[in-house]
């Protein structure tokens, strides 16, 4: 197996990570922007705006995630950043108290991406290693992530990443989304629009 270098994404690095995410913008034209607006947003954006609204962000200096190399190519991508920047994630529920909002020390992990070729040769598990380590150092506090409770779930279902990832790294489940939460800040048909699927875990690791 070859030997795996992680990355944190800099301007330098986007055209590495435009070359993972190809033409689909890794899936269905996402780019990585589901979690950061909201659903009308995301949707009037398509592949070109979301497209442009990553590499704006990776433009202005922040560190939306980690890309994982091999052979000198990058092959996978795991999105962890302070959870304020993904206000689907950050929408009012049962998760825990309202003080919460807004805490910079609360990073989440809400996506990975690893080239076809690699899925299944532990890049993920490297990539979640690195992200642990690299929030540590940014003064996070707790490390969240929300996965799919079986492995084995189509490349669709899991971005997020399986729950067993999870455990084998230290996550433990403290609670779970017993409802869909609506998107804040939003109006009309928006509001009604809803970020995540009820019963799906939220499990923390402290750092």
């Given at each position: ?38 659903p009308r947003q995301w949707t009037a954006n398509g592949n070109a705006g979301n497209r442009a609204a990553m590499q704006a ?64 040769s532990g890049v993920a598990a490297e990539l979640l290693a690195a992200g642990i380590e690299h929030a540590r150092r940014a ?69």
């Amino acid at each position: 197996m070859s030997s795996t270098v992680t990355k944190v994404v800099t301007p330098e690095l986007w055209p590495d990570l435009a070359a993972l995410f190809g033409e689909r913008g890794a899936s269905s034209g996402c780019w990585c922007m589901w979690f950061r607006v909201p659903p009308r947003q995301w949707t009037a954006n398509g592949n070109a705006g979301n497209r442009a609204a990553m590499q704006a962000i990776v433009a202005d200096g922040h560190r939306p995630g980690l890309l994982a190399y091999r052979e000198g190519r990058p092959v996978g991508w795991m999105s962890v950043a302070p959870r304020p920047q993904f206000p689907r994630i950050e929408a009012a529920d049962e998760r825990g108290p309202a003080e919460e909002a807004g805490d910079e020390g609360i990073w989440s992990i809400v996506c990975f991406y690893i080239e076809a070729s690699q899925r299944g040769s532990g890049v993920a598990a490297e990539l979640l290693a690195a992200g642990i380590e690299h929030a540590r150092r940014a003064g996070a506090r707790i490390l969240e992530a929300y996965p799919v409770e079986r492995d084995g779930a189509s490349n669709a279902d899991a971005f997020t990443g399986p729950r067993s990832l999870f455990e084998k790294a230290g996550f433990r489940e403290t609670g779970r989304f017993d409802r869909w939460a609506a998107v804040p800040n939003a109006s009309g048909p928006d509001a009604r629009r809803l970020s995540r699927p009820p019963g799906r875990p939220v499990m923390r690791l402290r750092l």
